[in-house]
Nanobody, 126 residues
Framework: QVQLVESGGGLVQAGGSLRLSCAAS????????MGWFRQAPGKEREFVAA????????YYADSVKGRFTISRDEAKNAVFLQMNSLKTEDTATYYC???????????????????WGQGTQVTVSS
């Protein structure tokens, strides 16, 4: 069983930065992926960024490419999301996820992930 706990959310002005952390207890085996999704009120959960542990591939949503960076600390069993140049439209609850997407094309699909954290709120003010 894998448990994920996010932290680092908060209120920030547009143009500012935040760093989200995801602490994992236990580690999935094999070709798993870990990533970040977000959900704004009244909207569906959407992909933000992810990586596949074995092949070091990094994947980003077009809306965050160049502003957000996903990284990991294998020794600490943790995943991070550095968010720079934040925009008001980045406001959402951010979720850490882990799972076994069936191929690269499925890395961005929320239903491919079986483990989820409780979420951390990010609010970007204008």
């Amino acid at each position: 069983q894998v448990q994920l706990v996010e932290s680092g959310g908060g209120l920030v002005q547009a143009g500012g930065s935040l760093r989200l952390s995801c602490a994992a207890s236990g580690r999935p085996f094999g070709e798993y992926a870990m990533g970040w999704f977000r959900q704004a009120p009244g909207k569906e959960r959407e992909f933000v960024a992810a990586f596949r542990w074995r092949n070091d591939g990094l994947y980003y949503a077009d809306s965050v490419k160049g502003r957000f960076t996903i990284s990991r600390d294998e020794a600490k069993n943790a995943v991070f999301l550095q968010m720079n140049s934040l925009k008001t439209e980045d406001t959402a609850t951010y979720y850490c996820a882990a799972g076994y997407p069936a191929g690269i094309s499925r890395v961005t699909t929320a239903s491919e992930y079986m483990y989820w954290g409780q979420g951390t709120q990010v609010t970007v003010s204008s």
